[in-house]
């Protein structure tokens, strides 16, 4: 069933653009999207979109205290491989104490797709087998769907068209790169990120930042964690979980302004 | 750390007559909730486990302190929920219920939802859906005031707690690795709570002592 123009962020019918068909499951709806066309040597982003009923909300990368992540299982030609999800970044939701992380309107999770040089159909086949969760203040419904979406080889400039929708989401950018000493340490019952940031980075570490961590176990999800930058230096303490174990290798953590305008992705790495 | 003592002390309707049909309702039966509850701040591992005293919803009364000698487990229940309908939709909790019963351990499910709330089921009717559910553990306990669920900061359904033969806590987490609501997602994982209890048969240290939760927020 076609029912693309049921969304509230709905693309426009467009031959630059393949979509799914889109399947209602449990408490939201679900599609896949993709550029219809792809050229060889380069990237094919995909858009899996998730829409929850009213008042519902489904799940960022780390759900918090409750709830499940999304996740695809994506089914692609042999010599192509699917990047990590990105979500856009989240709100924080809380019920009886307990925070969660995720988003009560329509969403697009995307993943990049690479196309080596020497890939030679001149089709792609993208299924995706999809599970989610949608939750509300009285209960949690599952969801899943199959989706597939096919793409063929064309011209380079309708291959990077930019996804309807997809723009009208924030997105954290990986700015690692751009910190020097990077390191997360506890420090008793605290967890403290601190870095040197580059010059240019700076700038987008003002007013009130909120810091959001991606994994499930390492931070008190209900503690907000204190973000404070001085002249360069960023330090993001947070309150260890109950269900801390070992400090991870990695902690990855998303900062987000009061303004939700732009994000950034920053990597620590254990002390 | 700060222990603040607080005596809980609640009573729900009894309705004795309707279940009066069998010997399997007998069981059921009494369905007044009494508790006194000592709620003594977050529950660590490697800490004392808080003492608490409930009537279960057969009316047999549950003291923690009155266990000592037996190895418990408490898991935390809402037949609504994906993550709890995994684990009984596959069999799996009433299996590690039926071993539990096997090898003399004190199983404990406590139901923490709120009347009013989804997941609340009263205790005099609590029966046919524990009958329904297969359910194989010791005692059903409805916590509707949540002052168990508090005490121990049970979080989650299924949130899985394991007290060792002294009343020290020594498991609070997740009841296996892979949170999912997926019942095939069972096989395969690895189970805390299986391999804490067959530690603690062996006289060993458990060696997952606490993991991250995965299920719906309990409803309080």
């Not at chain 1, 426009?12 to 209602?24: H, I, L, M, N, Y």
């Not at chain 2, 009984?88 to 009347?115: F, H, P, R």
């Not at chain 2, 900061?153 to 002294?166: N, Q, S």
């Amino acid at each position: 069933m076609m029912l693309a123009f049921l969304w509230a962020l709905a693309p426009k019918a467009s031959a630059q653009v393949s979509q799914s068909e889109v399947v209602k499951s449990g408490k939201s709806q679900a599609s896949l999207m993709a550029p219809s066309s792809f050229v060889h040597g380069g990237d094919l982003t995909v858009a899996l979109m998730l829409k929850p009923e009213k008042n519902w909300h489904n799940y960022w990368v780390n759900p918090g205290d409750s709830g499940m992540a999304t996740t695809v299982k994506w089914t692609l030609p042999e010599g192509l491989s699917a990047g990590p999800l990105e979500f856009p970044i989240p709100h924080q939701f809380e019920s009886s104490g307990l925070v969660s992380f995720g988003y009560s309107e329509p969403v697009f999770l995307l993943t990049k797709i690479h196309v080596p040089e020497d890939f030679s159909a001149a089709e792609i086949m993208i299924k995706a087998s999809v599970s989610w969760l949608t939750c509300n203040d009285n209960g949690c419904v599952p969801g899943d769907a199959k989706l597939q979406v096919d793409v063929k080889a064309g011209d380079a400039e309708n291959a990077d068209t930019v996804l309807p929708g997809v723009d009208s989401m924030i997105y954290p950018s990986d700015q690692s790169a751009k910190l020097k000493n990077a390191v997360a340490a506890e420090e008793g019952e605290f967890l403290v990120l601190s870095a040197e940031a580059a010059p240019d980075l700076d700038k987008l570490l003002v007013g009130e930042l909120s810091a959001f961590f991606e994994s499930n176990a390492i931070v008190e999800h209900g503690y907000a964690a204190k973000v404070s930058v001085e002249g360069r230096q960023l330090s993001i303490r947070a309150k260890k979980s109950e269900f801390f174990g070992e400090m991870p290798a990695e902690v990855a953590v998303v900062i987000i302004p009061k303004e939700r305008a732009n994000s950034l992705r920053l990597v620590f790495s254990k002390k | 750390m700060e222990s603040a003592e607080l005596k809980m002390f609640f009573v729900q309707k009894t309705n004795l007559t309707t279940l009066m049909k069998n010997r399997f309702t007998n069981l059921f039966a009494i369905a007044t909730a009494f508790s006194m509850i000592t709620l003594a701040g977050a529950t660590e591992v490697g800490e004392k486990a808080p003492d608490f005293e409930a009537k279960d919803v057969t009316g047999k009364v549950v003291k923690l302190a009155d266990l000592k000698g037996k190895t418990v487990v408490l898991e935390w229940i809402n037949f609504g929920c994906p993550f709890v309908k995994k684990h009984y939709g596959s069999g799996n909790m009433q299996k590690l219920q039926g071993t539990a019963a096997d090898d003399s351990v004190v199983w404990i499910t406590v139901n923490s939802a709120a009347e009013g709330k989804q997941g609340y089921l009263a205790p005099d009717s609590a029966e046919p859906a524990l009958s329904k559910e297969k359910w194989a553990g010791a005692h059903y306990i409805v916590d509707a005031s949540g002052v168990i669920g508090k005490a121990y900061g049970a979080k989650v359904t299924p949130h899985m707690f394991v007290i060792d033969k002294e009343g020290v806590l020594v498991y609070n987490g997740a009841i296996d690795d892979k949170s999912t609501t997926k019942a095939e997602d069972v096989e395969g994982a690895t189970n805390y709570v299986t391999q804490a209890l067959a530690e603690l048969a062996e006289g060993k240290e458990v060696s997952v002592p606490t993991s991250k939760p995965y299920g719906c927020g309990v409803k309080y």
